[in-house]
């Protein structure tokens, strides 16, 4: 049994659009349309519209877009973007904050910074939201989400609201093992006091080093492989640069020549020629090493 649309769009005509391109809506700039693009303001509309498509329909929440491959083909299912009420940020007391799913992790290490929170620094440097961060367990400069996390709230698949505390996460490296099914609202996290100053020159610390060694402001999409912290003492970077030529492309999809675990659209990349790229890349690394690559990008497909 499928969505009835002509109904669905009757009842939430506000917030939903039908046939709606993704290009836009991910940091490759690669996409096609998908059948139902919900944006959500609040959790009752929410877990209204889910109980319309609940078991009728693929569904994909879609964060900032930021380690996300999307195909050009149409995708037919339902993507949502959490709006307005997920983008809350606020202190539940001197050492806690409460953010939405939807807040960007520079938005809440800005935000900590401003309360003179410590531990949070690390963010300033993460694209992408919480909800993303908290799923696959984002990180960088040895720090990560489950160093900060006190607990989720999440949407589960009868509609329910519940709360899951951190340590009943097993969070390992780049993942939490949380279920798919999983719509993630907010989450509490916890730091501790700093001085404001001192915060400020360790964000900027921090950028200066990721701007160094990564690329900015270009058509990419993060890493695009974790690294195999079980399999090598190398970096995947290293692994890549030692297996794959590095001015290989397909179409307009290349690798970047700052960091070769950035896959880059040099200006309209086709889903199949980064797709391409990210096989190539991890068949070589194999047949090289033996080491099995994992991907750290999600597609869409």
Known sequence: MRTDL???????????KLDYDLKKKNWFNIGGK???YFKSDNLKE????LQKVR???????????????????????????LTNNFNNISMLNENIIIAGSA???????????????????????????VGGGIKMNAGCFQREFKDILISIQ???????????????????????GLSDDLIFL???????????DLIKDEIKFLKEKKEKTQPTKIKTSGSTFKNPINQSKKKVWQLIKDSVPLDKTFGEASISKKHCNFFVNKG????????????????SVFNKTGIKLEKEIKILE
Do not use: H, W
């Not at 078991?55 to 973007?81: A, P, R, Y």
């Not at 809440?108 to 993460?126: D, K, R, T, V």
């Not at 329910?160 to 996460?169: G, L, S």
């Open 6 to 16: 002509k109904e669905l769009y009757s009842e939430f005509s506000n917030s939903l």
């Open 34 to 36: 998908t059948k139902i």
């Open 46 to 49: 929410l877990i209204k519209f």
């Open 55 to 81: 078991n009728k329909e693929k569904i994909f929440i879609l964060g900032g877009g930021s380690n996300t491959l999307i195909t050009d083909q149409f995708f037919d299912g339902v993507v949502i973007k």
């Open 103 to 129: 807040v960007t992790d520079k938005s809440l290490s800005e935000f900590a910074m401003e309360n003179s929170l410590g531990g949070f620094e690390f963010l300033s440097c993460i694209p992408g939201t």
């Open 154 to 176: 999440a949407l589960n698949k009868l509609g329910q609201v519940i709360t899951i505390p951190a340590n009943e996460i097993n969070f390992k490296y780049r993942d939490s």
């Open 186 to 196: 907010s989450a509490s996290f916890k730091g501790f006091k700093k001085n404001k």
């Open 268 to 283: 309209n990349a086709k889903f199949e020629d980064m797709k391409k790229l990210i096989e190539f890349v991890s068949e």
